[in-house]
């Protein structure tokens, strides 16, 4: 024991432990149930952080899908703007409006599923 000069209390050095011998066979199945202890809290963890980050995934998946929802409600709100403006900027009945409109629609989206069915 021996007294630190810049505090009050007393510190205790404990001896270095002596082990005793022991054979081969012994050290190595002691080195096989460590490895297999690793193993087992390697799988727990890779098998936890999968969990997390499926749950993530899982909640990133919703608020997208979410979001291209309210954005698809907001696309086909604004079409319907357009088929009205249409209308009352022009003398065209409003059935004539809705057929420019969604053929101007239809254009894009034919030629879009056309590209991807020769991709």
């Known amino acids: ?6 505090r009050e209390e007393v510190i205790s050095r404990e001896p270095y432990r002596v082990y005793p011998r ?5 050290l190595l199945t002691g080195l096989m149930h460590d490895a297999q202890k690793l193993l ?3 799988l727990a963890l890779a098998k936890h952080e999968i969990q997390i980050e499926l749950r993530k995934t899982i909640r990133a998946v919703m608020c997208l899908g979410i979001g291209i929802g309210i954005a698809g409600i907001a696309g086909w709100l604004l079409i319907l703007m357009v088929v009205h403006l249409v209308h009352a900027l022009t003398a065209l009945s409003l059935w004539a409006c809705y057929g420019i409109v969604g053929g101007l629609c239809a254009v894009p989206g034919e030629s879009y599923s056309s590209s991807a069915s020769r991709s």
């Open 22 to 26: 022991t054979d081969c066979g012994a």
């Open 40 to 42: 087992r809290q390697e």
């Open 1 to 6: 024991m021996w007294a630190d000069p810049m």
